[in-house]
């Protein structure tokens, strides 16, 4: 069967809607970019914000071939292995080489990042 065709792809500030993460990070909620869909899982695109504030995904990687976050508001500190513990702000950038084990430690109550993978997969390796 052959793979359908990627279709264009719009999400609208004024239409957002961002769900809990339920069972996964409850403490975080993300807003689907409708890009998984419209590329049919080659790639994701998503924003995340705080649900709540205390909560840390721990040390883990994913199974993307292509991971990068860019942060639109607040600050994050994460921690990235082999390199350390940085405070990222507004405006900062960073991508996740395959298999690169990372931490989102702490966050400001206003955290916003855009984050775009690939392939499409939300789930998490925990060390």
Known sequence: MPQQQPRF???????AHFEPMHGYRDWLKIRDLGLNAATNGQYDAWVT????????TGRHYHNY????????KGW???YY???GEFILNAGDFVYHPPGHVHD???YSEDIEIFELASPADHS???L
């Open 76 to 78: 994050v500190k994460m």
């Open 9 to 15: 792809c719009l999400s609208r500030h004024e239409d």
């Open 104 to 106: 989102f430690m702490e």
């Open 65 to 72: 071939s292509f991971q990068i976050m860019y942060v639109l």
């Open 81 to 83: 292995e082999g390199e």
């Open 49 to 56: 914000r705080a649900n709540s504030l205390g909560g840390s």
């Open 124 to 126: 998490s390796i925990d």
